[in-house]
């Protein structure tokens, strides 16, 4: 049975894991079940697990150290499920196609609003600066990659810029909804404090190690 293109996400895993299951030669998969020519239940419990490609920004989403709606907004951009316009455009829906952050007459997309937009720019540029990162902002690919590289250990400046990362994503995309929805707007400086504020208040004082690292960065 061919998975249906429309069908939503967790309906394509279900289905694309059953086709693995049947597909799955019966001898091959008991010796796989097997150690030692007894059969084991935990080996057949893995064996028959779905195999699925690691992400390399896994990490970015199972870090303990984010907040939970950060990491759920981050989680959206990275399987690209978040719905700017350009993608509520291909659902046939018409909506004003300029980005609402810059205003400079740019299409709202995934890849404009992280970081080719101006706005973005300016609230994650200085914070790379304040972690002493000689470098600008690139695209959303690039910035991805780069994080994940970055925080693949459990240090403290690796958790820091993790939760910044999310945040970054998280106050950016609530800024866009509000001026799209409740023609409010917040100057990109204020987003910035607001940022920093969460992060020394909700996280500095929780995690001791991290005091350590953001007086480090503060002097
Ligand atoms: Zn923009």
């Not at 694309?16 to 935990?42: M, S, V």
């Not at 699925?52 to 989680?75: A, D, E, N």
């Not at 987003?191 to 991290?210: A, C, D, N, T, Y």
């Amino acid at each position: 049975m061919t998975t249906p293109a429309r069908a939503c996400w967790i309906v394509r895993k279900i289905l694309d894991a059953k086709k693995r299951y049947l597909n799955k030669d019966l001898n091959e998969a008991l010796k796989d079940c097997c150690t030692t020519d007894k059969f084991r239940i935990k080996k057949t419990y893995q064996a028959f697990l779905p195999q699925y490609q690691k992400m390399k920004w896994r990490g970015l989403v199972l870090g303990s150290k984010t907040i939970p709606k950060h990491k759920f907004i981050l989680w959206l951009a990275l399987m690209g499920r978040l719905a700017t316009v350009d993608r509520i455009q291909k659902w046939g829906v018409k909506v004003q196609s300029d980005c609402v952050l810059c205003n400079t007459g740019a299409e709202e997309t995934l890849q404009h609003l992280f970081f080719q937009c101006s706005y973005s720019a300016y609230i994650w540029n200085p914070i790379l600066q304040w972690l002493g990162e000689k470098r600008k902002v690139s695209n959303w690919e690039e910035e991805t990659e780069w994080i994940s590289r970055k925080t693949r250990n459990s240090r403290s400046r690796a958790q820091i810029l993790q939760f910044l990362y999310a945040a970054t994503v998280y106050h950016l995309w609530n800024e866009r909804n509000i001026r799209r929805f409740q023609d409010k707007k917040k100057e990109g400086r204020q987003i910035l404090k607001e940022i920093v504020i969460q992060m020394h208040i909700r996280r500095g004082q929780q995690f001791s190690k991290w005091r350590r690292v953001l007086e480090s960065l503060n002097s």
